[in-house]
């Protein structure tokens, strides 16, 4: 499954805005297949940006089959931090997976080149059910280049549980230590309700 030479574009999530990019006025980032609504037919996932010579954030269209083989319109959500996409000092990344268990997988990286020593990468895990796509996992690691220091946080929405983490690259006597931690119970999240940064 491909997208369309036009790519009409649906808003969705209350994050997301109507548009209507044609293949020549968009540049694709990032894509992944997988069969994300579980009827035995791949789906796209992609991150795409408009080529238009301002700096700005990219969209997510993910294109769900319809279960014969045909693609629905495309949902689209403009989700990421616009502040990191606009700052010159900021070279910002993006990635989508398709997890083993049939989850999408996204995950923003920010390196800044002035500023701050941080380099922050997320990753957010979603879930499709009952027509929409759930948040159930996330994790935050930010890495230090002048300190080496490593610190990650990991959260599962499923068990309810976080993982912290930290550790020193240049410094081999810290061990690394890991601490678990109950977080309370509350509705998943949709795609589209959060902006989705590197922390």
């Not at 293949?23 to 992944?32: G, N, T, Y």
Request: hydrophobic letters at 30%.
């Amino acid at each position: 499954m491909a997208l369309a030479i036009v790519l009409p574009m649906t808003a969705f999530g209350q994050n997301s805005k109507p548009a209507s990019p044609t293949s020549e006025d968009i540049k694709v980032i990032a894509e992944m297949k997988g069969d994300l609504n579980n009827d035995g037919i791949d789906d796209v996932a992609t991150i795409c940006e408009y080529q238009n010579g301002k700096e700005h954030a990219p969209m997510l269209a993910i294109t769900l089959s319809d279960g014969k083989g045909d693609a629905r319109e495309p949902l689209v959500y403009n989700i990421f931090d616009e502040e990191a996409a606009e700052n010159e000092y900021i070279i910002a990344q993006y990635w989508l997976d398709y997890t083993k268990t049939k989850c999408l997988k996204i995950t923003v990286s920010n390196f800044a080149t002035a500023g701050t020593w941080a380099n922050p990468t997320s990753t957010y895990i979603y879930r499709y059910q009952n027509g929409d796509f759930y948040l159930i996992g996330e994790s935050h690691d930010c890495y230090y280049r002048n300190s080496g220091e490593d610190t990650a946080v990991s959260i599962n929405y499923l068990t309810n549980k976080k993982c912290e983490t930290s550790s020193n690259v240049f410094d081999k006597n810290v061990k690394r230590k890991s601490t678990w931690s109950k977080i309370d119970k509350k509705p998943l999240r949709r795609l589209g309700d959060d902006k989705l940064t590197a922390e």
